[in-house]
């Protein structure tokens, strides 16, 4: 069975890039679509976007111009960038698999924005 | 972008009981497009219902949902010990998508 596993920082710089990984294993990273989706401490759950296979991608308004998703099919894993974070970017980050609802989800992995 | 809003927050209730948990949602939502979700503490959120009504699959047949516009239900016919989670709902009918912020349902 697909199986996700969020990786990067768990730390990153206030006005720093924040970037993480998620890997799929048990299957393949085609023809699906993949998102990312972030849980904000006392704010519940956000959409961060998604990102097809094919590397088409969608992102939250709110978030677009510091937003980057990306895909390796060769390495079966896509990847996010968030730039110029700042205190309201710390969250417990998901990755997922599908477009507009989601069928897998990784464990979250907890990033903390701090000067 | 579309608020969701959920209800009750917390929900006590026994093992057998039946669960009613609410979605408002701030404007209609286009086509029923709501799904929610079970989250349980250490473990990936679990799609239950999408399209209002539509159970994922392998999701058991006391977990329904229904509704439309702005207003969506999730039932849960007979709680079972395993039911006790959080459930969100979201909307995926407007982008960009947006969560509740969750209901609660512990025991009694």
């Known amino acids: 069975q697909v199986q996700l596993l969020e990786s990067g920082p768990g730390l990153v710089k206030t006005s720093e890039t924040l970037s993480l990984t998620c890997t799929v294993s048990?299957?393949?990273?085609?023809?699906?679509?993949w998102s990312w989706i972030r849980r904000l401490p006392g704010k519940g759950l956000e959409w961060i976007g998604y990102i097809y296979y094919s590397g088409t991608t969608n992102y939250n308004p709110s978030l677009k111009s510091r937003v980057t998703i990306s895909v390796d099919t060769s390495k079966n894993h896509f990847s996010l960038t968030v730039t110029s974070v700042t205190a309201a970017d710390t969250a417990i980050y998901y990755c997922a698999r599908g477009k507009t609802t989601w069928t897998v989800w990784g464990q979250g992995t907890l990033v903390t924005v701090s000067s | 972008e579309i608020v969701l809003t959920q209800s009750p927050g917390t929900l006590s209730l026994s093992p057998g009981e039946r669960a009613t948990l609410s979605c408002r949602a701030s404007?209609?939502?286009?086509?029923?497009?709501l799904a929610w979700y079970q989250e349980k503490p250490g473990q990936s959120s679990r799609l239950l219902i999408y399209?209002?009504?539509n159970r994922a699959t392998g999701i058991p047949d006391r977990f329904s949902g229904s509704g439309s516009g702005t207003d969506f239900t999730l039932t849960i016919s007979r709680l079972e010990p395993e039911d006790f989670a959080v459930y969100y709902c979201q909307q995926y009918g407007s982008s960009p998508w947006t969560f509740g912020q969750g209901t609660k349902v512990d025991v009694k």
């Open positions: 404007q209609s939502v286009n086509s029923s497009s």
């Open positions: 048990g299957g393949s990273i085609s023809p699906y679509y």
């Open positions: 399209g209002a009504s």
